[in-house]
């Protein structure tokens, strides 16, 4: 596409909503090919402004822009060549197969009496193709599955032969694999059929993981809009969503929700790559974490941060959160690891708990010993230990948290 | 495991299927109207009626009995019946709630009030002039002045429940209009009221069946040239705006046709009850499809065929006592509709 086209969708200072306004003032612009996510909160205004891009309604100032024509000079029935729209209207048709509904979507291209023509049902064809749903075709609409008829309600819209195509939530109600199947066909569909998808999605992992450009609504304003990598960091979810607990970790593209510290502190010995899973099962029982010893860049320290757990890394520079993490080991610079000995002790006399996942084969001797001295100082404390077997079997740790909070065992019988 | 999907072919199966299903309800509406000429209070042989019709001039019972009572009854049924079906399924459609029918918006009740008032009061002795179309004349104005309340409501209010509410609300606004005529009115005047009010083909003029066809007929050929439209409005009105339908006009449009069609229907006839909801269900079900340029033709002819063989019912059943039509659509079509649903499970 050479430089000088217009974009595909351009925003120019737009207010939108009904009578009073809902999001103002916003510009933003994008080209083609691009999956686009849109995030805000509940009623922060993401629905108002996919229904002004559409036209369903006007915006209260400024203007929008479809390949450099303002939206206001085009005919509706043009329009609907470019833009087509998913709803979350759960568009029931009764009797109507799944190849006639998606043929509903050839109406701005059909003859005055919608015939269809051979083109008509070649596109009708490759849209069902498209969404993996050929063998939907000869099915009545309501009777397929959420998942399934979300699939249909896509290819009606793929059936208009857009080149922006506007979604509102488009995986609300889903189950993972039609969740993660939707967002893949859509992610596909930008590359080979070379349209743009704006999608107000309603959460930030799947948006983080298949989105080319984010723009996040708050309090009635864009407050960004840029690649998800760059724009969606742990401080900027959690003002976006109003939600302290909430840990976005930007590398995995996940949230963990923070302990709220109830039931007491725990001190994880992690290893294995079992301590990601201790974390979140000790987390979600109500106790605040610490944990050692690892990597910062390692998988269980990326969730511990994220579950809220202080971290205590064997790097050179502790550097909790930080995005580069010297990977030097400390052995090297002090090989008794006597420094994080020490603060692992301090950190232990203000827990009610130790966990120990089994180690990993590659650990250095200095931190087995270290490992084996914080056993002892635990013991010495009268600390209940929760040790996780070499085979990982998570069951007896359940059962001695049950035995430990007894309110929550009740809670699950 | 991907199905290959040869979508021509599919269509071509379907609607092959489809064709069939009009060519045997052609057969039936044109059996059922030969049926209808030839049986009554006298039945006449076949040859006898076919030599009649075309005969038109001729005398004797006969002649007159086809000509001024049997054909222009029968033509009404079937146009009644083709009109009524379609307007429930216009309405249906726009309103996307499978209890709908044509009176919905309050057309039988604004027809019987004024109705009422003639049959009623004493205000019908003084209009003697057009004693002969009285009733039909005032069912018409009753009909159009609930119609283009609603629609001027319409033009103010964007939800469809909020409509449906305001046409249940006319209906019970005339009907209360009506009850208190009722209680007032002398006894004798009250049978014929009520038999008005359970709907009759009898008594057509060929002037009314002209006006029918005309009308009607234009209305009906309309609503197929917008079956297109209609059909964006499956997905509801925001998908359909998406696809470039303007929906301000065509709900206008949508609301217009489906209560002139009612209304004039039943200023000629009285209310016939049950046609317009329930035909357009059992064309969804023999048809197995929401599309409406399909339906819209079938429910037509499907009209034809339930209200044909009603009417001939309501004739023929305590013949020469001759009953009101909508007890035997209702008699006789609850239990199919019912049946149907539960046979094929059919969704609404």
């Known amino acids: 596409m050479p430089e000088s086209s217009p974009p595909l969708l351009e925003l120019k200072k737009i207010t939108v909503g009904y009578r009073q306004p809902v999001v103002s003032d916003l510009s933003l612009a994008f080209g083609r090919g691009l999956f686009v996510s849109l995030l805000g909160a509940n009623g922060s205004g993401k629905t108002t402004l996919l229904r002004t891009i559409s036209k369903h309604i006007k915006p209260l100032s400024g203007q929008a822009f479809i390949n450099g024509q303002a939206l206001d000079d085009i005919k509706p029935a043009n329009l609907a060549k470019i833009l087509s729209v998913v709803l979350t209207d759960r568009s029931s048709a009764p009797m109507l197969r799944s190849l006639e509904f998606v043929a509903l979507g050839r109406h701005p291209h059909s003859d005055f009496l919608g015939r269809l023509s051979d083109r008509d049902l070649t596109v009708v064809e490759s849209a069902l193709a498209a969404v993996q749903g050929a063998n939907l075709a000869d099915r009545f609409v309501d009777e397929l599955s959420d998942g399934e008829r979300q699939k249909i309600v896509l290819a009606r819209a793929l059936a208009q032969e857009p080149t922006l195509l506007l979604l509102d939530e488009p995986t609300a109600h889903l189950d993972l694999r039609h969740r993660l199947e939707i967002l893949a066909i859509l992610r596909r569909l930008c590359r080979s059929r070379n349209l743009s998808v704006l999608a107000a999605v309603h959460d930030v992992e799947s948006a983080a993981k298949v989105s080319d450009l984010t723009l996040t609504i708050k309090d009635g304003k864009l407050t960004a809009f840029g690649q998800p990598e760059t724009i969606l960091t742990p401080e900027s979810v959690r003002e976006l969503y109003s939600c302290p607990q909430a840990n976005f970790d930007s590398a995995l593209g996940g949230l963990e929700m923070a302990s709220d510290g109830q039931a007491g502190r725990a001190f994880v010995l992690a290893g294995q790559d079992t301590g990601a899973l201790m974390c979140r099962l000790l987390a979600k029982r109500g106790y605040a974490l610490v944990t050692g010893f690892l990597h910062a860049s390692d998988l269980d320290a990326h969730v511990a941060t994220a579950l809220g757990a202080r971290v205590l890394t064997v790097d050179a520079k502790p550097a909790p959160g930080s995005a580069t993490p010297s990977e030097k080991p400390l052995d090297k610079i002090d090989p008794d690891f006597n420094f994080l000995f020490d603060q692992a002790i301090k950190e232990l006399t203000h827990c009610d708990l130790l966990a120990v996942a089994p180690l990993s084969p590659a650990t250095p001797e200095s931190l087995i010993q270290i490992r084996a001295r914080l056993w002892e100082r635990a013991k010495s404390l009268g600390l209940p230990i929760l040790e996780l077997g070499s085979n990982g079997d998570l069951s007896p740790i359940i059962e001695a948290l049950d035995r430990l909070t007894p309110a929550h065992s009740k809670v699950a019988a | ?348």
């Open chain 2, 1 to 348: 495991m991907e199905a290959v999907l040869n979508a021509k072919l599919f269509t071509r199966r379907l609607t092959s299927r489809r064709i069939l299903v009009f060519y045997l309800l052609f057969a039936l509406t044109l059996t059922l109207m030969v049926i209808n000429l030839c049986v009554g209070s006298i039945s006449f042989p076949l040859q006898q009626i076919f030599e009649t019709l075309l005969n038109p001039s001729g005398s004797g019972d006969l002649n007159f009995i086809v000509w001024k009572i049997r054909l222009p009854r029968t033509l009404a049924t079937v146009m009644g019946g083709a009109f009524l079906a379609v307007s429930g399924l216009l309405l249906q459609v726009y309103f996307r709630n499978p209890i709908v029918g044509p009176f919905i918006l309050g057309i039988s009740s604004g027809a019987t009030l004024l109705v009422s008032l003639v049959m009623l009061t004493s205000l019908g002795l003084r209009l003697t002039y057009v004693t002969p179309f009285l009733t039909t004349i005032a069912g018409c104005l009753g009909a159009y002045g609930v119609m283009i309340l609603v629609v001027a409501i319409a033009a103010k209010v964007r939800q469809g429940a909020t409509l449906l509410i305001v046409g249940l609300m006319m209906g019970y606004l005339c009907g209360a209009v009506t009850s208190i005529l009722t209680a007032l009115a002398e006894k004798e005047k009250i049978k014929g009221f009520v038999l008005w009010g359970m709907g009759s083909f009898s008594g057509f003029k060929w002037v009314e069946i002209g006006i029918l066809a005309v009308l009607g007929g234009g209305l009906v050929m309309a609503i197929f040239l917008l079956t297109k439209p209609l059909n964006a409005f499956l997905l509801g009105e925001e998908y359909a705006a998406s696809m470039g339908v303007n929906i301000r006009r065509f709900r206008l449009f949508i609301l217009i046709a489906a209560s002139a069609l009612a209304g004039l229907v039943t200023s000629m006839a009285g209310p016939v009850a049950f046609i317009g909801l329930a035909v357009p269900h059992m064309a969804r079900l023999s048809f197995g499809t929401s599309d409406n340029r399909i339906l819209a033709p079938g429910a037509c002819l499907l009209g034809a065929v339930v209200t044909s063989l009603c009417d001939l019912i309501a004739r023929m059943w305590l013949n020469p006592v001759e009953l009101p039509i909508s007890a035997i659509t209702a008699f006789f079509g609850a239990p199919v509709v019912i049946g149907l649903l539960i046979k094929k499970g059919a969704r609404m």
